[in-house]
């Protein structure tokens, strides 16, 4: 699979990466050996990111990883190679309690990073980033200097962020010690495009793409009446109940996502939707990589497929951002 440069870290990773929120929690129930097989799927197929945070499942998603990387360890791929160590990107600040800047503090961030590095076995944290907190965080220059000596300790190599809204990933990238900003971009979210992104590429600053399907709706399969479990985020975070609202559905009406979600799977044709969905987050300037979840192999299959397609054509960009002008922008555009 196709790579590229991770920012300033010096790391190659997968243009497809996997996100991991799922394998932890708040998507229905993947149970271990269903956990063990997405990682297995992902990492033979080439994905050397995973992405994941310590309150996926309180740390199960990362113990998940822990584990799926232990059995692999040492083991040769094709034509007799070394399987090489995957890029693991995790995340810290929301276990804080209670959920406020005043508890970003030099000593909180390193018993949250130290129970990460437990958690996934490691010495050294690959990318930590802090885990969209409060806005004030992302001005707090005591906040980066903590992350300063963390990677002078070597407890982490790197550190970014993830954000909710494109204002914050520009206050983050003000601080020359961040390294890669992650945030919701996709057909349905692209008010990134127009300055965040390059202002990380002018910064040499990597992107990670997240919420890429809009929580499923790019690829197709929802209809109004489709249903989703009583703990799976679709259902119980539709109006920002539990977290922001724009992490479920990317903020977008359920129902009229739905509706724009089938003009959008006519653009696709006979191609895959979801595919062309992360086709076309892959092939915006300045993404290194996008990180869709997965609860079954066949998912994570379907989403590296994205990285063999050609790139949209002209005409497919303009009818998706028409597309986006006409049903979308005025719901999310100027939240976000």
Same mark, same amino acid.
């Given at each position: 699979?196709?790579?590229?440069?991770?920012?300033?870290?010096?790391?190659?990773?997968?243009?497809?990466?996997?996100?991991?929120?799922?394998?932890? #929690?708040?998507?229905?129930?993947?149970?271990?050996?269903? =956990?063990?097989?997405? %990682?297995?799927?992902?990492? *033979?197929? !080439?994905?050397?990111?995973?992405?994941?945070?310590? @309150?996926?499942?309180? #740390?199960?998603?990362?113990?998940?990883?822990?584990?799926?990387?232990?059995?692999?360890?040492?083991?040769? #791929?094709?034509?007799?190679?070394?399987?090489?160590?995957?890029?693991?990107?995790?995340?810290?600040?929301?276990?804080?309690?209670?959920?406020?800047?005043?508890?970003?503090?030099?000593?909180? /961030?390193?018993?949250?990073?130290?129970?990460?590095?437990?958690?996934?076995?490691?010495?050294?944290?690959? %990318?930590?980033?802090?885990?969209?907190?409060?806005?004030?965080?992302?001005?707090?220059? &005591?906040?980066?200097?903590?992350?300063?000596?963390? @990677?002078? $300790?070597?407890?982490?190599?790197?550190?970014?962020?993830?954000? $909710?809204?494109?204002?914050?990933?520009?206050?983050? /990238?003000?601080?020359?010690?961040?390294?890669?900003?992650?945030?919701?971009?996709?057909?349905?979210? &692209?008010?990134?495009?127009?300055?965040?992104?390059?202002?990380? =590429?002018? &910064?040499?600053?990597?992107?990670?793409?997240? @919420?890429?399907?809009?929580?499923?709706?790019?690829? +197709?399969?929802?209809?109004?009446?489709?249903?989703?479990?009583?703990?799976?985020?679709?259902?119980?975070?539709?109006?920002?109940?539990?977290?922001?609202?724009?992490?479920?559905?990317? +903020?977008?009406?359920?129902?009229?996502?739905?509706? =724009?979600?089938?003009?959008?799977?006519?653009?696709? !044709? *006979?191609?895959?939707?979801?595919?062309?969905?992360?086709?076309?987050?892959?092939?915006?300037? +300045?993404?290194?990589? @996008?990180?869709?979840?997965?609860?079954?192999?066949?998912?994570? &299959? !379907?989403?590296?497929? =994205?990285?063999?397609?050609?790139?949209?054509?002209?005409?497919?960009?303009?009818?998706?951002?028409?597309?986006?002008?006409?049903?979308?922008?005025?719901?999310?555009?100027?939240?976000?």
């Amino acid at each position: 699979m196709e790579t590229r440069p991770l920012g300033r870290t010096g790391a190659e990773v997968s243009v497809v990466g996997l996100g991991t929120w799922q394998l932890g #929690g708040d998507w229905g129930d993947v149970d271990e050996q269903t =956990a063990a097989d997405v %990682l297995d799927a992902a990492l *033979d197929a !080439g994905v050397t990111l995973l992405d994941t945070a310590d @309150v996926y499942g309180d #740390g199960r998603s990362e113990e998940r990883i822990r584990k799926a990387l232990a059995a692999r360890s040492g083991g040769v #791929g094709g034509q007799g190679r070394a399987i090489e160590r995957p890029f693991v990107a995790t995340k810290a600040g929301r276990r804080a309690d209670p959920f406020e800047a005043a508890q970003y503090t030099p000593e909180n /961030l390193r018993a949250w990073i130290d129970r990460s590095r437990r958690n996934l076995g490691v010495e050294t944290l690959d %990318l930590v980033q802090l885990h969209c907190p409060p806005t004030a965080v992302y001005s707090d220059q &005591r906040v980066y200097d903590a992350l300063d000596a963390l @990677v002078e $300790e070597q407890a982490i190599a790197a550190y970014g962020v993830s954000v $909710e809204t494109v204002a914050e990933g520009l206050t983050a /990238l003000e601080h020359p010690g961040v390294q890669s900003i992650q945030v919701i971009l996709n057909v349905f979210r &692209r008010k990134p495009l127009e300055e965040l992104l390059p202002a990380a =590429a002018e &910064r040499g600053v990597g992107v990670l793409a997240r @919420v890429p399907l809009a929580s499923g709706l790019l690829s +197709g399969r929802f209809t109004e009446s489709t249903t989703f479990g009583a703990d799976d985020h679709r259902n119980f975070n539709r109006h920002g109940e539990a977290f922001d609202v724009g992490e479920t559905f990317a +903020g977008v009406p359920y129902d009229v996502g739905v509706a =724009a979600a089938r003009e959008f799977v006519g653009i696709a !044709g *006979d191609r895959s939707p979801a595919a062309v969905a992360l086709r076309w987050v892959v092939q915006q300037p +300045g993404v290194t990589s @996008v990180i869709p979840g997965a609860s079954r192999v066949d998912q994570v &299959r !379907g989403n590296v497929a =994205a990285a063999d397609l050609p790139p949209l054509t002209d005409g497919e960009l303009a009818d998706l951002e028409r597309l986006y002008d006409e049903r979308i922008r005025a719901h999310v555009h100027d939240r976000w």
